[in-house]
């Protein structure tokens, strides 16, 4: 009777098991859907949105979510479902402009670093140390500070943050591919270091890129709203997400709903943007042991 | 051991040169002309050149270099433009403010993490294990600001328990740490999850069972020791995500730290003070992390033959 | 003939994975008799370190023993609570595995991890008035002639009569006692400078060193049998033999029984009184050392023994086992063997042999012997 029991739950377990395999790939699903909505948002902006996100409207002000406005107004009676749907370009393009700096100045730095070793990989390195001591958003405040509360110097700073981590990812790659046949191979056809880097070592360190992209992209979105709550990115009255809490924060009592809606978006968009990187990561990684090199 | 401590304290000179000269370079850096924006749009020509000298701008750049190293070693970081005052006893009237907030998150995700990755980790697939990483899912992708002014508007507006504001007692601290700790929670949890989940397979876990051991021993003894460091390092870096979200908590809670400070003087043009409380930040950042690379080494005894 | 120490009937250990059940163990059979060391051989897969395991009921994620009886110093164990195993673990049976390098635990001390069985199943209160005895006769003898000499004396006569009682052992005194002891344990697995070693780090020794530390652990509580699962498979040769000597040595001077699990015929010819063959979770051959390797009954133990390279014939090609391993999620019926045995009959593809006496205490799982 007991090992009867025993067994029962053992295959109760061992399904448990199966059923969580599905549910991470249900959350992968959901990652998308969140993307593709707010993709859709950003380029259809000007089609699904009902009102116009800079319309003022005195009299509307601060009005609970209802019909008309489905998330309700802010404090210059503007409707924040409007804003939210046009403040998802700006957060979208922070996002990803960020992580191309960062991936246009770091995967470099990173590869000839990882790749030459020796001095050039200790001062490329002593760089990102230095960066890295500087906490990101810390880092990003700074060089706003230096040049200027804008949307693109917010842009340019959390992209300059990000530099280093991309460095270090793609040298920790490149170090471990150097010695690789197929590298020995291109350097016996008398390929230059330049080409062997960017042709034969770079293309087999994609995933981890990618994976460490959609997930930067995450943070980027969250710096920026972050430079925006500061007032530190873009200015008024372009309808960014951080931004609108901030202004949103003295009516908090009155109409919390200001600051509630955009919020959540942020943390959605984040959202979507971890669950796709966790998949990539999931999908990316058993693959890259069988991905071949490109000779 | 020793001589790991010293090898160690050597790679840290030229990271902290860096940082000094980056810090040096943002007065420096601002687009136009510093003095004249720092002086102001009501100055004259007369006054942005008094700034000008007073801050020593005039001189040849590596001059300017030496003459801060030189007041940096003195603890002179200058005076603030806006309130007339050094500029150090400006940063160090609030820095144990930010302090406290910054040790407070670190302790909460701590507490909060890594108990709760160890359970989730020995009840893998267990309901608990799966809202805990749900909640920590939520948790990595919330914004801190927000997720403080939701607290405030649960706890102090709607229920009146605690208060929303400035720094007092123990109760104004507890939404504040909440708010500056979740995200770091967040990390810790799963990093200290993910970490035990590998150590409870390896073979040296058999072996303490094969002794005998009760489960609570193999677990507390002989897994997590192991199964903390890379904990402790990301623990380390958290402390640095802490730094910069203890900015935003300062503002949401308009808590007296170096963070709102920070804000307040930007807007006001005030570099003298950016500067310094961004050096003081990254000071703080990077001696968290030796300390932690010092524990690293006395938790897992293999890294002093480095 | 005297009963058998440890006494395994029927034993089947499943394991329960996305792609089916794999039926590692499926009817063991098996038999440790006192002062005795037997010999468990087979190829790897066919379980014998999941054997050894379910012993101590050790057996990880997702194994389960499923049937079966372990019969040891007369009792079930696979009736015991966890409470009562733990007991066991460690003190009664002791396992010596055998990757020296990932079983032992790189954070602690070897002094800490031998120590660590004697302080769960020992009781030290001798141990600790024995120490305590030794510091005051110490200062006793240098303050002979003082007026605090007598006090000393005192207290000495004291412990001596409290010695049946059990005083009240604080952490330290256990952690003091229990370091000694394994002092102890570590000179009888002959390691060089023993005191040193008790400091120092799984990674600052040699494969040898640190094969004599795990088996130090296992003989600390002088267990009533050892299994010893592949000890010496991932030494080099040298220290292999080191260890065997030791391994040896040991069981003369302990007279412990011991169960070797192993794929070198080598080591079971020099270890073992006797020998059980095993294949895809079956015994299929069961005998004194010498009478399996005269007259080895079972076709699989025949070529295990013919692939050995012999020195002193000369062999033009080294006899092979066709075939590999079968699946265990779909074992073949009948006989396990049955698809790679070159004599196998029809019978061999429907009914599962029995263990059959084909000599004096020689046993073996095989249609081609008995009616």
Redesign the interface.
């Known amino acids: 009777m007991r090992k009867i029991i025993r067994r029962i739950k053992w295959l109760e377990k061992a399904r448990l098991g199966a059923f969580v395999k599905i549910l991470e790939n249900r959350m992968a699903i959901l990652g998308i859907i969140i993307l593709l909505a707010f993709a859709f948002s950003a380029v259809f902006a000007d089609f699904i949105s009902p009102y116009d996100p800079l319309h003022i409207d005195l009299e509307k002000m601060l009005e609970k979510p209802s019909t008309k406005h489905i998330l309700g107004t802010d404090e210059l009676g503007r409707d924040i479902l409007s804003r939210i749907i046009y403040g998802t370009r700006i957060s979208l393009m922070i996002g990803v402009i960020s992580v191309i700096i960062g991936l246009l100045f770091g995967v470099p730095l990173g590869a000839v670093a990882g790749y030459c070793g020796g001095k050039i990989d200790n001062i490329f390195m002593g760089i990102t140390d230095v960066l890295l001591s500087f906490p990101s958003l810390l880092l990003a405040i700074a060089i706003v500070a230096v040049l200027g509360t804008s949307l693109v110097n917010a842009m340019i700073a959390i992209g300059i943050s990000q530099i280093p981590v991309f460095a270090r990812l793609v040298r920790g790659s490149v170090l471990s591919l150097k010695g690789r046949e197929f590298v020995e191979a291109a350097k016996g056809v008398g390929a230059t270091n330049f080409r062997i880097i960017f042709s034969h070592i770079l293309p087999n360190c994609l995933a981890p890129i990618i994976v460490q992209s959609t997930l930067l992209i995450a943070s980027g979105i969250i710096a920026g709203a972050g430079l925006g709550f500061l007032g530190l990115g873009a200015q008024p009255p372009t309808p960014e997400w951080g931004a609108m809490l901030s202004r949103g924060r003295i009516y908090i009592r009155v109409a919390p709903h200001i600051c509630f809606f955009p919020g959540l978006t942020i943390m959605l968009a984040v959202l979507g943007f971890n669950l796709l990187g966790d998949v990539l990561r999931d999908v990316l990684d058993p693959r890259l042991r069988m991905l071949k090199a490109r000779i | 051991m020793l001589a790991y401590l010293v090898r160690r304290l050597l790679r840290i000179i ?2 902290l040169f ?2 000094l ?2 810090v040096f370079l ?2 420096r ?3 136009g002309d510093p003095a004249r924006i720092m002086a102001g749009e009501q100055a004259t020509a007369e006054d942005v050149e008094n700034l000008r000298r007073q801050l020593g701008l005039d001189k040849p750049i590596h001059t300017q270099f030496l003459i801060y190293l030189a007041s940096l070693l003195q603890g002179d970081l200058g005076i603030s433009l806006r309130t007339r005052q050094p500029v150090m006893s400006e940063i160090l009237t609030r820095f144990p403010a930010t302090l406290e907030l910054s040790v407070a998150g670190m302790f909460v995700s701590i507490l909060i993490g890594v108990p709760a990755g160890v359970i989730s980790a020995v009840r893998r ?1 267990s309901i608990s294990d ?1 809202i805990a990483m749900l909640i920590a ?2 948790g ?7 997720l403080g ?2 607290l ?2 649960l706890f102090s ?1 709607t229920l009146g328990w605690l208060p929303a504001a400035e720094r007092g007692g123990i109760e104004h601290l507890i939404l504040p740490a909440i708010t500056v700790g979740m995200v770091s929670t967040a990390i810790i949890t799963r990093q200290t999850r993910s970490s035990m989940l590998e150590v409870i ?4 876990i ?9 489960e609570k021993v193999v677990i507390l003894k ?1 897994a997590l ?2 199964a903390l ?1 890379p904990v402790v390092t990301i623990a380390g870096l958290q402390f ?2 802490l ?3 203890a ?2 908590t300062e ?2 809670f308009a808590w007296p730290g170096i963070g709102r400070l ?2 307040d003087s ?2 006001a043009r005030d ?1 003298p003070v ?1 500067q310094g409380v ?1 050096l003081f ?2 000071l703080s ?2 001696l968290v ?1 030796l300390f932690v690379d010092i524990l690293y080494a006395y ?4 890294i002093v ?1 480095d | 003939m005297t009963e058998p120490l440890l006494s395994i009937r029927n034993l089947k250990v499943h394991f329960y994975t996305y792609a089916g059940i794999v039926k590692a163990l499926d009817g063991v059979d098996l038999d440790v008799y006192r002062e005795e060391t037997s010999g468990l051989v087979g190829e790897t897969g066919c379980g014998k370190s999941v054997t050894s395991l379910s012993i101590l009921r050790l057996v990880p994620n997702p194994g389960k023993i499923v049937e079966g009886k372990i019969l040891f110093q007369g009792e079930n164990l696979l009736e015991k609570s966890e409470e009562e195993m733990r007991e066991i673990r460690g003190r009664k049976i002791a396992m010596i595995f055998q990757d020296p390098m990932t079983y032992l635990n790189p954070v602690l001390t070897i002094g800490d991890q031998v120590a660590e069985a004697i302080t769960l199943h020992q009781d030290l209160s001798e141990e600790v008035i024995r120490m305590r005895i030794d510091e005051l006769q110490k200062k006793h003898e240098q303050i002979y002639s003082s007026p605090n000499a007598e006090k000393i004396r005192a207290k000495i006569e004291k412990l001596y009569l409290t010695k049946k009682a059990s005083p009240k052992l604080s952490w330290w005194d256990v952690k003091k006692a229990s370091m000694k002891r394994a002092l102890q344990v570590l000179n009888l697995v002959r390691m060089p400078y023993p005191e040193r070693i008790l400091n120092l780090y799984p990674h600052e020794l040699s494969g040898g060193m640190r094969q004599r530390a795990l088996i130090a652990m296992s003989i600390s509580c002088n267990p009533s049998l050892l299994i010893a699962d592949e000890a010496t498979t991932f030494l080099d040769v040298t220290i292999q033999a080191q260890i065997l000597h030791l391994l040896n040595e040991l069981r003369q001077e302990t007279k412990t029984s011991m169960l070797i699990v192993t794929h070198d015929l080598g080591i079971v010819a020099e270890m073992c009184d006797r020998v059980l063959t095993m294949y895809a979770g079956v015994i299929i051959e069961c005998a004194k050392t010498r009478s399996l390797f005269k007259n080895p009954a079972h076709p699989y133990t025949r070529g295990l023994l013919g692939a050995i390279p012999k020195l002193h014939q000369k062999v033009e090609k080294l006899e092979m086992i066709p075939g590999t391993v079968p699946d265990l999620i779909h074992p073949p019926a009948g006989c396990k063997f049955h698809p790679r045995c070159l004599l196998a009959k029809d019978i061999c593809k429907v009914e599962r042999p029995g263990m059959i006496e084909v000599e004096s205490n020689h046993f073996v799982a095989c249609h081609l012997y008995g009616a």
């Open positions: 030229p990271t860096g940082i000269l980056i943002m007065i850096l601002v687009p697939y799966n899912l939520f990595l992708c919330t914004p801190a600001f927000w002014l939701m405030i508007l507006v397979t390896q073979d040296y058999t072996t303490a069972r094969a002794k005998g051991n009760p002989h020791k192991n460091i640095g995500t730094l910069g979200g900015i935003l503002t949401v920070l804000v930007i807007f570099y950016v961004v930040f990254s950042f990077v992390n938790l897992d005894p293999r033959y």
